[in-house]
């Protein structure tokens, strides 16, 4: 650590530090699958992506638009369902398209889906908003358990494999991290795009006080509709990508568990900037895969919730909000440090130099 | 900011280091992998099963073929998806040589095709006995020394069309791939027989409200053929009373489950003379299923009076197993073949028989016509009817011919 701050000192031009952090990331998410075991690639690398990619759609309406939808895994498992129907499957039902069809129209549907919602639930605020997205998620559920004709009930669609593009196997560990990661970091891009444009910024202002947005103007009711389809649009991508991985789908991918997992990535992570519901995902995939190995089997699941309740109860703002504070503390600490280290007499002697106070500009 | 990134990264980097760790092992022990549901709707059973392994694991002191065994347990809700996650882990990242499960029909079905992708693992069942699983497609690695849905109805469908003289029945069974398969095992002889049966229900799991089928039984028939488990058969039997309802039963092999028969209640006296069949029977007069009775007891304070088809199941699959380890004195380091070649043609002494297995690696093994019936002490039991021996996947048809009637499904078989 200290190298690095011998080599670019606390004088780094401010416009640098972001690129220099999106670089490192880039680089790790780049080699990480190149150099684990497939089961991390796969199984904890692609799952984190693509859990993270349908909670940041929740993020984006929940973050910017002010609006909490539980439905968000209903559009992920309409576009999942859409793609089994109309791409093929093992029973051999529907028309078997290839994926360059099946797949815009799974798109296309998830998003016609997720405006559907948004219109319904659009007049409704807070706690309300939750009852009414929830009550459309388990609607949703219930058709697909029950339903023969189409959704072919509780037992569902098997054999959903990716298509061999480029001659390359897209079901193949790396890369189907691969193709996660590239349908994540399109997504980020475009809800980061989204937060700085007319619409975001109008959006977010419809959030903090809607009343005066339309006495602005603003035709509030159109904007909380197309950030419903512009999260519908983001959760269909994960959607496909979800079926995808499991290789199928039933009314078990859209049953209350699933619904709420997403939730509680997206709480978890923190719902302020859009790499939240990634951090979120990482953490959950973790915990559901080696919670069992820490703990008694019967009490697995408490674990997972303990340490869910923990994050939330310590940081309201999720895991983003631990690592701001921290970040916080770090570097005040640093700052006290490098005061304590001045050579005597070069220091500034009326400053008490233990005290740590946050030095400004420099976050 | 980018010095506490890069500290993140160094701890991330530890942890990691930690985990792959896992990797390293020493070459005088065997991985064994346990998959059951011990979260959702058959936790419970989930961990009964875990109890039947356990037994078998700790008889041989924890060894099989001079090594010792190292034993990693992966939990499902009973969903194909779960299942398949955990069973990943285990293979891909546990890295285990060996995995026993999974508990439930559409799990055992997603299984089979994880199977196929994992040649280098040998996969053995749990209980899970929904018929495609072996009979359609089947996975080279994939074996099964509990016996299948249709197999555990062998002799029933028979016995209620002669001795109990049931012509007409109307079934109910839970949606999905072991209730279709029990139902089928039913009326494959049901229907040879000359009985009709009239009308299927088939109800999402764990629905709680059972008016609407109850209401839509018809009067004209002789009795219901019920294939639910654990609360879905507690449920529906209470709400099939209290409607007033008084047609004769025949259970399906987990409908008369001990977890069904030991619930309190008025339907305990109407259940008696209920007949059913499974792989096992409570009161069976034989000295080895006695010895294991008993040992099932004291296994665990949190035992159930006898052991259910659960833990039988898994202490089979788990014995058989062993018996095939110490066969080839514990060595897998030819890509299993040996280990699956003992697998294939062993005899495995069982407390409910001899099981051993077919050209599709499912299992050949006794089955159990009951009857309930309540003993001394109050408590209900599953009573010995007839022990049927060596009944196959086929049910003794040629698999040519057998096969003709279908793949278990909602409609199929059918003898309205």
């Not at chain 1, 593009?165 to 349908?183: E, M, N």
């Amino acid at each position: 650590m200290s190298t690095v701050a011998d080599v670019m000192p606390g004088t780094t031009p401010r416009w640098l530090r972001p690129v220099l952090t999106y670089a490192i990331a880039a680089i790790a998410l780049v080699i990480y699958p190149l150099i684990v075991p497939d089961f991390w690639a796969f199984q904890i690398g692609a799952q984190s992506l693509f859990l993270g990619v349908i909670a940041l759609s929740l993020m984006f309406l929940g973050g910017y638009g002010g609006m909490v939808s539980l439905a968000q895994m209903t559009i992920a498992g309409v576009a999942g369902y859409l793609v089994a129907i109309i791409g093929g499957n093992s029973l051999n039902f529907g028309p078997a398209w290839p994926w360059w069809a099946a797949v815009p129209i799974a798109i296309a549907g998830g998003t016609l889906a997720a405006t559907l919602v948004g219109v319904i639930a659009v007049r409704t605020a807070g706690i309300y908003t939750i009852m009414i997205t929830i009550a459309i998620a388990m609607a949703f559920f219930y058709l697909a358990q029950q339903n023969y004709t189409l959704f072919n009930g509780h037992s569902g669609f098997a054999s959903i494999l990716p298509p061999h593009v480029f001659g390359i196997d897209w079901r193949t560990p790396i890369a189907f991290y691969f193709l996660s990661l590239l349908v994540a970091v399109l997504s980020y891009a475009l809800v980061l795009y989204l937060s700085r444009s007319t619409f975001g910024i109008a959006l977010q202002g419809i959030r903090d006080n809607a009343r005066r947005m339309r006495a602005l103007g603003f035709n509030v009711t159109a904007h909380r509709v197309a950030a419903y389809a512009m999260a519908g649009f983001i959760a269909s991508f994960g959607g496909v990508l979800l079926v995808w991985f499991n290789s199928r789908i039933s009314p078990g991918t859209v049953d209350t568990g699933p619904i709420f997992d997403i939730l509680v990535i997206a709480v978890l992570g923190g719902m302020r900037r859009p790499i939240g519901p990634f951090v979120g995902a990482v953490i959950f995939v973790l915990l559901e895969n080696f919670a069992i190995d820490f703990i008694d089997r019967e009490r697995f699941n408490t674990l997972i919730g303990l340490c869910f309740l923990a994050i939330v109860l310590f940081s309201p703002d999720g895991v983003l909000g631990l690592w701001d504070r921290l970040t916080v503390l770090i570097d005040r600490a640093g700052a006290a440090n490098r005061m304590l280290q001045r050579p005597i007499g070069n220091a500034d002697r009326t400053q008490p130099a233990a005290t740590g106070r946050p030095i400004p500009g420099r976050r | 900011m980018r010095r506490n990134l890069l500290g993140g990264v160094m701890v991330l980097a530890v942890a990691a280091g930690v985990l792959f760790a896992a990797d390293a092992r020493a070459q005088d022990s065997l991985k064994i992998g346990v998959l059951a549901t011990f979260e959702g709707p058959f936790a419970i059973l989930g961990e009964d099963s875990l109890r039947g392994a356990t037994m078998a694991f700790k008889e041989h002191n924890m060894m099989a073929g001079g090594k010792k065994l190292e034993i990693i347990t992966g939990s499902s809700d009973a969903t194909p998806e779960a299942a398949i996650k955990a069973a990943r882990k285990l293979v891909e990242q546990d890295k285990v040589d060996i995995l026993i499960g999974p508990l439930s029909g559409d799990e055992g079905i997603a299984m089979r095709d994880y199977a196929k992708t994992q040649p280098q693992v040998t996969f053995i069942n749990g209980t899970s006995a929904a018929e495609p699983t072996t009979l359609v497609d089947p996975a080279p690695n994939f074996f099964r020394f509990t016996s299948n849905g249709v197999q555990w109805m062998a002799g029933l469908g028979s016995y209620v069309y002669e001795t109990k003289g049931y012509k007409k029945v109307v079934t109910i069974g839970e949606d999905y791939s072991y209730p279709y398969t029990q139902v089928k095992g039913f009326m494959i002889e049901f229907c040879k027989a000359g009985g009709h049966v009239v009308d299927k229900f088939w109800t999402p799991l764990g629905t709680k409200d059972y008016s609407s089928v109850v209401a839509s039984i018809p009067d004209d028939i002789d009795a219901i053929y019920v294939a639910l488990g654990g609360a879905d058969a507690i449920n529906f039997l209470t709400q099939y009373q209290q409607a007033g309802g008084t047609k004769p039963l025949i259970g399906g092999s987990i409908t008369v489950d001990q977890s069904v028969l030991s619930s309190k209640g008025k339907r305990r006296d109407y259940l008696i003379g209920t007949p059913s069949a499974g792989p096992l029977a409570d009161n069976w007069d034989d000295p080895k299923w006695k010895a294991f009775v008993a040992a099932y007891k004291q296994s665990d304070a949190k035992a159930f009076n006898s052991p259910t088809l659960f833990s039988h199941g898994y202490y089979i699959e788990a014995t058989a197993m062993i018996q095939a380890l110490d066969a080839v004195n514990g060595d897998l380091s030819d890509g299993h073949k040996k280990f699956r070649d003992a697998l294939s043609t062993e005899v495995v002494d069982t407390p409910t028989g001899k099981v051993h297995l077919d050209h599709n690696r499912n299992a050949i093994a006794s089955e159990f016509l009951t009857e309930i019936a309540a003993g001394e002490d109050g408590n209900l039991y599953n009573k010995v009817i007839k022990v049927i021996p060596d009944v196959n996947a086929t049910l003794g048809v040629p698999e040519d011919e057998y096969k003709k009637t279908g793949q278990p499904s909602r409609d199929a078989p059918a003898c309205p």
